[in-house]
């Protein structure tokens, strides 16, 4: 993993992009299934677990709370260890290890500091402190509601919530913080998100879609967290793209997660005329896993509702970048959870877009995108946001002069292996590092 930072320069790809890619482990089952350690009692082995950042901050921080971790590559095995309290945790960018462990030590003994870098340090927690609160946390915030966040340990009791956004973060911050609580805990979403802590504890959603936990949960079902991590479909969904952007390309993803609720950049792409399939080969810890092939596609507009969102918001980025070489209007509706990621993404994307010359509008937390036009080459700046820098290394490869991504290095939060990966798909885009 390159450490270092770097920006690149990437020319107009001239040949077809073609392959087999294999991805290190899903960001959002590893970091689950690392933390959900701290609820068993035996030693967790996991293989292909992922490499990004926020996927290593993750076992940073079991190690800080005094959980014994041996990690070589993609091999990670974590030992039973007896949790130390008083101690900082550190987040650094990785918003999800920091609301799940909000939910997981709110009802334990001890007391901790969570923290984070400059990013994270400006991300909304009290979304996920305010409904732990009803269930007798105690969390103090910043003024601005964001870390650091300070935990003092309660004995919590059940509560139903009824969610205004559909947050996989938040909902499993709650399920978690259920586990320890004396009664029930019963959560909804106005839609469903992301199922993983779902699926790892073994739940079901009742007639009038409640989730449910309580003490009994763990001793019903104990955790089965050992194993194979499936590949990331977030940072499969960069290599579907490309192949549909670059023409007579073909790529196949194997290994990968196949969620339903993660892969509803699926349909969003076939209704547009995709030419992409998904096969399930096997099951993991509850997780469909296989293989995905895209094909270079002469596509109509796209259109992503409001529903589809919860489940397509990191592949936004992406799909916007695909929009833009689309003819005709393509629409992304209700998507202001976009401008509390790890930038102003929904900023982020439409500025990207306009410095190469595409026209973009934006309506509250709606975006429409006017694509078709040749996309122009020029100079990115991605805040900081791993996904807007490889979403627009994408559309680098389709410009019709170079393009410079300032801060490409930030990649690495979810997939430090992207440059490398591309240079070696692509060889004719004269990737360059600076």
């Known amino acids: 993993m390159d450490s270092k930072e770097f920006s690149v320069r990437i020319s107009p790809a001239s040949e077809p992009i073609r392959g087999e890619v294999r991805i290190s482990g899903d960001k959002s089952v590893s970091i689950r299934r690392a933390l959900f350690s701290l609820l068993g009692s035996q030693t967790v082995s996991l293989k292909n677990y992922g490499t990004g950042h926020d996927c290593l901050t993750a076992l940073s921080c079991l190690r800080t709370l005094g959980i014994p971790v041996l990690s070589d590559g993609r091999n990670v095995v974590i030992h039973r260890g007896t949790v130390q309290s008083g101690v900082t945790l550190d987040c650094q960018n990785s918003g999800t290890t920091a609301r799940l462990l909000v939910g997981m030590l709110a009802g334990r003994?001890?007391?901790?500091?969570?923290?984070?870098?400059?990013s994270l340090s400006k991300r909304p927690m009290r979304r996920v402190a305010v409904p732990l609160s009803r269930m007798g946390a105690e969390?103090?915030?910043?003024?601005?509601?964001?870390?650091?966040?300070?935990?003092?340990?309660?004995?919590?009791?059940?509560?139903?919530?009824?969610?205004?956004?559909?947050?996989?973060?938040?909902?499993?911050?709650?399920?978690?913080a259920g586990l320890s609580a004396s009664g029930v805990t019963r959560i909804r979403e106005p839609f469903n998100s992301r199922d993983h802590t779902e699926r790892l504890l073994g739940l079901r959603q009742d007639e009038d879609r409640f989730w449910t936990v309580s003490r009994q949960t763990l001793l019903s079902k104990p955790l089965d967290l050992s194993g194979e991590v499936p590949g990331d479909i977030s940072s499969a969904a960069f290599w579907v793209v490309a192949a549909l952007l670059v023409p007579q390309s073909e790529l196949t993803i194997g290994n990968v997660l196949l969620n339903p609720l993660r892969a509803r950049w699926f349909e969003c792409l076939r209704r547009s005329g995709a030419d992409i399939s998904a096969a399930v080969e096997g099951n993991v810890c509850g997780e469909p896993v296989g293989r995905i092939t895209?094909?270079?596609?002469?596509?109509?507009?796209?259109?992503?509702?409001?529903?589809?969102?919860?489940?397509?918001?990191?592949?936004?980025?992406?799909?916007?970048?695909?929009?833009?070489?689309i003819e005709g209007r393509s629409e992304f509706y209700n998507i202001g959870e976009l401008r509390v990621k790890e930038s102003d993404r929904l900023q982020a994307v439409a500025s990207g877009l306009e410095t190469?010359?595409?026209?973009?509008?934006?309506?509250?937390?709606?975006?429409?995108?006017?694509?078709?036009?040749?996309?122009?080459?020029?100079?990115?700046?991605?805040?900081?946001?791993?996904?807007?820098?490889?979403?627009?290394?994408?559309?680098?490869?389709?410009?019709?002069?170079?393009?410079?991504?300032?801060?490409?290095?930030c990649a690495a939060v979810s997939y430090p292996e992207f440059y490398d990966e591309l240079a070696k798909l692509s060889p004719d885009a004269g990737i360059q590092k600076y």
């Open 109 to 118: 003994e001890g007391n901790w500091t969570l923290v984070g870098d400059e």
């Open 139 to 176: 969390i103090e915030l910043s003024e601005s509601g964001c870390l650091p966040a300070k935990i003092v340990g309660q004995k919590l009791r059940g509560t139903e919530v009824d969610l205004n956004i559909a947050s996989a973060q938040i909902k499993s911050a709650l399920l978690l």
């Open 294 to 325: 895209a094909r270079y596609s002469r596509m109509m507009p796209l259109k992503v509702t409001a529903d589809e969102v919860p489940g397509l918001i990191d592949e936004i980025p992406a799909l916007a970048v695909l929009a833009a070489t």
């Open 356 to 409: 190469m010359g595409v026209s973009v509008e934006i309506n509250g937390d709606d975006l429409f995108v006017n694509g078709g036009s040749p996309l122009r080459g020029g100079v990115i700046d991605p805040a900081g946001d791993h996904r807007i820098a490889m979403a627009f290394s994408l559309a680098a490869l389709t410009a019709r002069s170079q393009t410079d991504i300032l801060n490409a290095s």
